[in-house]
């Protein structure tokens, strides 16, 4: 490790590193404009100077870049030379001569970096009196607001957008200090990711265009770390709350997921926690048979004491997006032989495969940044960029990799996003990508294939026997499938660090296997392969290492007496009649859930629950990781925690049997008691020691103002902030003010640093650990067995009949989703319903009406032409509202208009 000298004084740093990475890390104030830890130097600002001296004799020395200044063995700079304060003085008042004199009205206000930085460099006082360069803003659509004339040409946001995240909507135009930063014309950001611009931008041009409908300031909102619930990578959050609502999320960096960056769908589909489908009070239903009739809580309770009286058969229904403590809570009530999933057949069948590969398989499962790090990746069967989003961001990565090792034979640092950028032009990296239709990610890819759901598993054999006969011919091109396997397969062999993806999305299980398979080969060669699996929801996981019963399970048993069903839209998981018939028979339907759907409208009675941003739970992300949220706010209404529902029903029915939890930390304990696998989170609520009398440690910033004054028009006193009996966190701007422990941090702030890149101040090193070690505990690892996975043979295609087609899903990362639906920004980047068929359908052009029958359904649908699906196949939107719910595998046959 080598030392450098700052200011005369001797530091230890990491290799490797530049100036500026090493002075941050070791604590230093130094400001900058256009470095960013993911994405590297350019050198675009000059922000960031710094004397540099010869050796301990040299009393001269030279400004220099600290981005693009190695930090070798011997370096010595000054940062406090008076030469260096002037310079950086100098810069930070040309780059001010045009911003606008509007921090008081702007977005950014209060959690700005340039504000930091013009603190941090001693400029106050504006000399120019000549008029500012204009220029007119643009719409971006519904998540980005535009504010082009407080711009300061740093380059970050397109060399993010561009660079990092392969958009090519968003440009620079212009030159010299007209520089113009936007789209050739008004129109959303087409960009999955384009959200991040928010975090990216150091002024105010790109700020959360939901966020500005609240008209809140930053340090007065109340903030708690939280899980994104909008798939199943389990990103980390900041959910800011103010006035009961919530008004935005953040990114919370954590150094294994998400890093720092989060999709679009985390970041603004929060807004389902404020929306008209909200439920905040007990309902009294009766199968939509009269309007519905608000309850209080004691009243619903009551009304499920007087249905349960009778005794008889009562089942419960797990959900894949409840907390683990809800759906024990639900298994405990109902028993666990009465537990099933609420999950379709096709989905809980590939997720137990998904368990027993992770549990028993012979390769780990990659984290979603470690899958970045891979010098070649096989995506089977799967749309990453709809179905997860935060992979396909950092399979994006894969060129720079590649890039990165090719820059170390010309002594060229990775950290040189310049230089580094340049050889990433000249190939494109080992990525290589199998599925039914072409992908947002195909532009990427080295090669791609397109082909139906049969010719997937057929290719996937073909590579486990090229892995197993590495020395054999290529074969004839002739044979697609065949000829991209044995490509795939021979770089995957010359790759160190291989991955292979694969997912639930196509609703074949045996892809699952055949990618474990495919790792398998490859680490019994020597090669250290990872496995990553997408699962759809943000607790797929958690729910079937429960080990709960199939849902057609209960619907094929007959009617039961009573139904629990915990936060679940039974008519996204099976064929809506076979629902419909099923609930019908039921004496007694109850529904907990936040959002209204088809299945609280067949309830008896609904009880309100928390969403996650109201309460503390845990949840299991795709690799395994348990993950602990805690509540931003009060749950709004009369709704509760689900976990605490459940327990008051059970205590209604009289459940003497049954232990009376007090908190969250209490029914995990009894949760890892029942089923010993969860015995890791019992480890995640950190232990907090602080030297305070209330023990809690503050959701709100020590700014946070107007704490009476948001309550004048209902008592002039101040009330009691709420107890939360399942969090060390106060409800309150008092509390422990010092160090932070890393799953408890509720903010990014440091003195001086009042913006996102405070983070460096938490992390050991630039882009590392938070304090040492990241959250989370691992519930499953493989047992590393020596026989790779085997996976059925590829099955035989249906045949088909003129006008018949195989229906295959089409995922959406803005339509698919339950809860972001709910969200008007989201929905307004969801498309219209539709039906994909490929360009050589020889049937049906580009918004055609044609008329379908699948099964009992008739419907008619507009056609939309979907690149590289192939003939025989038409594309089913899952999801989308809309569309008729429909069960696959399926086939539609065209009927006379």
């Given at each position: 490790m080598p030392t450098i000298y700052i200011d005369n004084q001797p530091y230890t740093i990491a290799a490797g590193q530049n100036l500026l990475q090493a002075c941050l890390a070791l604590g230093f104030?130094?400001?900058?404009?256009?470095?960013?830890?993911?994405?590297?130097?350019?050198?675009?600002?000059?922000?960031?100077?710094?004397?540099?001296?010869?050796?301990?004799?040299?009393?001269?020395?030279?400004?220099?870049?600290?981005?693009?200044?190695?930090?070798?063995?011997?370096?010595?700079?000054?940062?406090?030379?008076?030469?260096a304060v002037q310079f950086r003085a100098g810069v930070i008042e040309w780059l001010m001569l045009n911003h606008p004199h509007d921090c008081p009205v702007c977005d950014e206000g209060g959690e700005c970096h340039l504000q930091d930085m013009t603190v941090m460099s001693g400029h106050t006082y504006r000399r120019n009196r000549f008029p500012k360069r204009t220029h007119r803003n643009q719409d971006l659509g519904p998540f980005i607001n535009h504010e082009m004339n407080r711009c300061i040409q740093c380059y970050r946001c397109v060399r993010f957008y561009h660079d990092y995240a392969g958009g090519t909507d968003l440009n620079v135009f212009a030159s010299r200090d007209h520089l113009y930063f936007g789209r050739f014309e008004d129109g959303a950001l087409a960009s999955e990711f384009s959200g991040n611009l928010v975090e990216i931008c150091p002024t105010g041009v790109f700020t959360d265009r939901t966020f500005k409908q609240h008209s809140s300031r930053k340090w007065d909102l109340q903030t708690a770390p939280s899980i994104c619930p909008h798939c199943g990578l389990g990103c980390n959050t900041l959910p800011g709350e103010r006035y009961g609502e919530l008004r935005r999320v953040r990114n919370r960096y954590h150094h294994q997921i998400n890093g720092y960056f989060l999709c679009d769908r985390g970041r603004f589909g929060y807004e389902h926690a404020n929306g008209d489908r909200r439920i905040r009070q007990p309902l009294h239903v009766q199968r939509g048979k009269v309007p519905a009739t608000p309850l209080t809580a004691e009243a619903a309770l009551g009304e499920w004491a007087a249905m349960t009286r009778a005794g008889g058969r009562l089942i419960g229904i797990g959900s894949p997006r409840?907390?683990?403590?809800?759906?024990?809570?639900?298994?405990?009530?109902?028993?666990?032989?009465?537990?099933?999933?609420?999950?379709?057949?096709?989905?809980?069948?590939?997720?137990?495969?998904?368990?027993a590969l992770l549990t028993d398989g012979p390769v780990p499962s990659a984290t979603l940044q470690g899958a970045g790090l891979s010098d070649a990746a096989l995506v089977l069967g799967e749309d990453v960029t709809q179905t997860a989003p935060l992979l396909a961001l950092n399979l994006r990565r894969l060129r720079y990799r590649k890039a990165a090792v090719m820059a170390a034979g010309f002594q060229l640092p990775a950290w040189n996003d310049a230089g580094v950028r340049e050889l990433a032009q000249l190939n494109l990296p080992n990525l290589f990508i199998a599925a039914t239709h072409a992908t947002r990610l195909d532009d990427e890819a080295f090669g791609t294939l397109h082909v139906p759901p049969a010719e997937l598993l057929r290719f996937a054999a073909a590579v486990v026997a090229a892995l197993d006969v590495p020395e054999a011919p290529e074969p004839d091109k002739g044979d697609a499938v065949a000829a991209m396997a044995w490509q795939t397969a021979q770089a995957l062999l010359k790759a160190q660090r291989p991955l292979v993806v694969a997912g639930l999305a196509e609703g074949e299980p045996a892809l699952v296997r055949a990618a474990a398979a495919i790792a398998g080969r490859l680490k019994a060669k020597g090669r250290a392969a990872e496995l990553f699996v997408c699962v759809p929801e943000a607790n797929s996981l958690g729910?079937?290492?429960?080990?709960?019963?199939?849902?057609?399970?209960?619907?094929?048993?007959?009617?039961?007496?009573?139904?629990?069903?915990?936060?679940?839209?039974?008519?996204?998981?099976?064929?809506?009649?076979?629902?419909?018939?099923?609930?019908?028979?039921?004496?007694?339907?109850?529904?907990?859930?936040?959002?209204?759907?088809?299945?609280?409208?067949?309830?008896?009675?609904?009880?309100?629950?928390?969403?996650?941003?109201?309460?503390?739970?845990?949840?299991?992300?795709?690799?395994?990781?348990?993950?602990?949220?805690?509540?931003?706010?009060?749950?709004?209404?009369?709704?509760?925690?689900?976990?605490?529902?459940?327990?008051?029903?059970?205590?209604?029915?009289?459940?003497?049997?049954?232990?009376?939890?007090?908190?969250?930390?209490?029914?995990?304990?009894?949760?890892?008691?029942?089923?010993?696998?969860?015995?890791?989170?019992?480890?995640?609520?950190?232990?907090?020691?602080?030297?305070?009398?209330?023990?809690?440690?503050?959701?709100?910033?020590?700014?946070?103002?107007?704490?009476?004054?948001?309550?004048?028009?209902?008592?002039?006193?101040?009330?009691?902030?709420?107890?939360?009996?399942?969090?060390?966190?106060?409800?309150?701007?008092?509390?422990?003010?010092?160090?932070?422990?890393?799953?408890?941090?509720?903010?990014?702030?440091?003195?001086?640093?009042?913006?996102?890149?405070?983070?460096?101040?938490?992390?050991?090193?630039?882009?590392g650990l938070i304090e040492t070690h990241d959250t989370g505990r691992r519930l499953v690892s493989p047992a590393g067995k020596a026989l790779p996975v085997e996976f059925s043979p590829p099955a035989q295609a249906k045949h088909l009949s003129p006008g018949e087609f195989q229906l295959v899903p089409l995922h959406h990362i803005f339509g698919s989703e339950e809860l972001s639906m709910a969200a008007p920004a989201v929905a307004q980047r969801a498309p219209q319903p539709y039906v994909g068929l490929g360009p050589?359908?020889?049937?049906?052009?580009?918004?055609?009406?044609?008329?379908?029958?699948?099964?009992?359904?008739?419907?008619?649908?507009?056609?939309?032409?979907?690149s590289g699906l192939s003939p025989g196949l038409l594309g089913w939107p899952m999801g989308l509202p809309g569309m008729p719910p429909i069960v696959l595998p399926a086939v539609a046959k065209v009927e006379p208009s």
């Open positions: 104030d130094l400001p900058y404009f256009c470095w960013h830890p993911a994405l590297g130097s350019v050198g675009a600002c000059r922000q960031c100077a710094v004397k540099r001296f010869k050796d301990d004799k040299d009393t001269r020395g030279e400004l220099v870049m600290a981005c693009l200044t190695p930090a070798d063995e011997g370096t010595r700079i000054a940062i406090n030379d008076p030469e409840a907390s683990l403590e809800a759906n024990f809570a639900l298994r405990r009530l109902v028993g666990a032989e009465n537990f099933y999933a609420g999950l379709s057949a096709a989905e809980q069948a590939g997720l137990s495969a998904v368990c729910l079937a290492l429960m080990q709960p019963k199939e849902l057609a399970a209960a619907m094929a048993q007959g009617p039961a007496e009573t139904v629990v069903v915990l936060e679940n839209d039974l008519f996204r998981r099976a064929a809506p009649s076979a629902v419909t018939a099923w609930l019908a028979q039921a004496r007694q339907v109850v529904v907990l859930d936040h959002l209204a759907t088809q299945t609280t409208a067949l309830a008896d009675l609904v009880l309100p629950t928390a969403v996650a941003a109201e309460t503390a739970g845990t949840w299991v992300n795709n690799e395994g990781r348990s993950q602990r949220a805690f509540a931003v706010m009060v749950p709004s209404g009369a709704a509760r925690p689900a976990w605490r529902w459940l327990q008051a029903m059970a205590l209604a029915m009289g459940r003497v049997d049954l232990k009376a939890w007090q908190s969250i930390d209490e029914v995990a304990a009894e949760l890892a008691k029942a089923l010993p696998c969860f015995q890791p989170i019992t480890e995640l609520t950190p232990a907090v020691t602080v030297p305070t009398s209330s023990g809690h440690l503050p959701r709100q910033s020590h700014r946070y103002s107007g704490r009476t004054a948001m309550r004048a028009h209902l008592d002039v006193h101040e009330p009691k902030p709420p107890a939360d009996a399942d969090a060390p966190l106060a409800f309150s701007m008092e509390g422990f003010d010092g160090p932070q422990p890393p799953g408890l941090t509720t903010r990014d702030w440091a003195p001086g640093w009042n913006s996102e890149q405070a983070q460096h101040k938490f992390q050991g090193e630039i882009a050589d359908n020889g049937f049906a052009v580009d918004g055609q009406a044609i008329w379908l029958r699948i099964g009992e359904l008739l419907t008619e649908q507009i056609v939309r032409i979907v």
